[in-house]
């Protein structure tokens, strides 16, 4: 440990310098020439597709691009570079340049790999917690009511939703309720028109064999009574003239708890409580939290810099063992599942969630949920006529083998025979992998190291920096998901040594190999030692 700082420290001197920029504030700065073989990943996850990144590269902290963001870099020959506070990124003519106004940006050499330096930075800078998020969230397929229901979430429709899971043989698991259960946003409580029982309803879906999550965010409806209380008790975030801020998000106009006072996170903790203590909720999805909406907040005359904001929300979620954010800012190695940002209906995007999720794993974002099956933009779902059938199943197959896997739009409402069995396939994959999924969750929490691993994480130095279409889960499963709309074959590659299919056909490794991949076939590999 002493002699990988003495080396960090040696490094640090040559190649960290101080800017003056034109406001007189002091930048720092780390610029380091990019050589050959060496390859680096940032910790903005929505960019896991541009990664290792190339020339042209750039990112700024202040940014969460819709999702988890954490202040690092690592490289795949060892190097890190962390900071307690946001910076910027860009590669320009082979030169990384880092720079930050905070003087805790730091970069060292702290082994050879990237496995080496991703256990480093876990120990030092996000060590691990020994806790995990509820089981079940790995153990079974999640189910989200938000493709299905949109902005009508209602008891009648929630409850068929759960007894068509089950009459089509799919196995329950958590079931999520979406945006539009509530009275109002901040106004915590079943609306009455739409919910004639809901302790009813949350009994029933118990009884089923469902846990239940509940949609909610740190906004507060302006035009409410919620929103007058919380104002006099100045638990809102303010703008320049003390008065409540009001900010544009994707619904809308909205207040924002000002969870940096005491008073307000338990205000916020108290009405979660007491939906599982009246209804029998058992966790939450807690949605928002992106730094853009905290932008030009106050929390009383105080400027807190809109990353904190999110980091406090996100730590609400270690209260509620069933949890699920979008939006992060630090918070790695905590039991808390974070779900990669929506996806489009197409095969761009489906090609997007192995290199994203590859990305949040080295991160320390282990307790990862890929979006739902098929995508999570809800208006691609409008028309049955314009769904793909064959994405469907193949999306469904890529997240079989991950951490965790959601379905929101009904398979059994938009698949004919063939693709939905197809798909009932993966999730029995799935089943079979589920005692190593949740023996490779437990030694993450213990250990930090990442569920889903890049090749390169898993066999350094061997031309594998680039691959970003396939994946291992642990070190001896090697995963090749279908992306590719049509695909009769795929090309996978397989490292030095022996490995057997999932048809029983055994390769020797250290070569690509040719195989046939018809609909319901979910390639994957295990490593013959």
């Given at each position: ?122 120990k030092n800078y996000f060590p691990p917690s020994g806790k995990l998020p509820d089981e079940l969230l790995f153990a079974a397929p999640q189910y989200n009511t ?384």
């Amino acid at each position: 440990m002493n002699k990988l700082l003495c080396t960090g420290l040696k490094i640090l001197l040559l190649v960290f310098t101080l800017n003056v920029n034109a406001q007189h504030k002091k930048q720092h700065q780390i610029t380091i020439p990019v050589e050959k073989n060496m390859e680096w990943w940032s910790g903005v996850i929505n960019h896991g597709s541009l990664m290792p990144v190339q020339n042209g590269y750039k990112a700024n902290l202040n940014d969460n691009y819709g999702n988890q963001v954490q202040p690092m870099l690592l490289s795949s020959q060892g190097h890190v570079i962390w900071s307690e506070e946001p910076f910027e990124i860009s590669l320009e003519n082979e030169m990384l340049n880092v720079s930050s106004p905070d003087s805790s940006l730091i970069y060292f050499k702290a082994g050879e790999t990237l496995n080496e330096g991703f256990n480093f930075a876990a120990k030092n800078y996000f060590p691990p917690s020994g806790k995990l998020p509820d089981e079940l969230l790995f153990a079974a397929p999640q189910y989200n009511t938000w493709i299905e229901l949109m902005y009508d979430q209602n008891q009648e429709d929630i409850l068929n939703y759960a007894r068509q899971i089950i009459a089509n043989d799919f196995p329950p698991g958590v079931l999520m309720i979406d945006d539009n259960w509530q009275e109002d946003y901040g106004k915590w409580e079943f609306h009455e028109g739409r919910f004639s029982n809901p302790k009813m309803m949350i009994d029933s879906l118990h009884a089923m064999g469902f846990k239940v999550m509940l949609w909610v965010c740190p906004f507060v409806s302006p035009d409410c009574d919620i929103f007058r209380s919380l104002s006099d008790d100045a638990m809102l975030l303010t703008d320049k003239l003390g008065k409540p801020a009001v900010v544009e998000w994707w619904n809308g106009y909205s207040a924002i708890l000002d969870l940096s006072k005491t008073e307000a996170n338990q205000w916020f903790k108290g009405q979660l409580d007491k939906l599982m203590v009246k209804y029998g909720i058992d966790g939450f999805k807690l949605d928002a939290g992106d730094f853009e909406h905290y932008a030009e907040c106050y929390s009383g005359v105080e400027k807190v810099i809109p990353q904190e904001h999110c980091e406090l929300y996100a730590r609400i979620g270690l209260d509620y063992p069933l949890n699920e954010y979008r939006a992060m800012w630090k918070m790695a190695g905590q039991p808390i599942v974070n779900r990669l940002r929506d996806k489009l209906h197409t095969w761009d995007d489906l090609q997007k969630l192995v290199p994203d999720i590859l990305v949040q794993g080295i991160m320390g974002y282990s307790f990862a949920c890929p979006d739902m099956i098929g995508g999570g933009e809800f208006l691609s779902f409008l028309n049955t006529e314009t769904i793909d059938q064959e994405l469907i199943v193949r999306s469904a197959q890529c997240h079989a083998l991950m951490p965790m896997m959601q379905f929101s739009v009904a398979p059994w409402r938009i698949l004919d025979d063939e693709h939905l069995a197809a798909c009932k396939k993966a999730v029995e994959i799935r089943e079979d992998f589920v005692p190593l999924i949740l023996e490779l969750a437990k030694e993450s929490a213990a250990s930090g190291e990442p569920i889903v691993r890049p090749m390169e994480y898993v066999f350094p130095h061997q031309g594998y920096e680039k691959v970003k279409n396939q994946f291992m889960l642990g070190n001896d499963i090697l995963v090749a998901p279908v992306l590719e709309k049509g695909a009769q074959r795929q090309n996978v590659i397989l490292p030095k040594g022996n490995w057997i299919d999932e048809i029983g056909v055994t390769y020797k490794g250290g070569k690509s190999v040719n195989i046939e991949v018809f609909l319901d076939r979910l390639p994957y590999f295990k490593r013959v030692k």
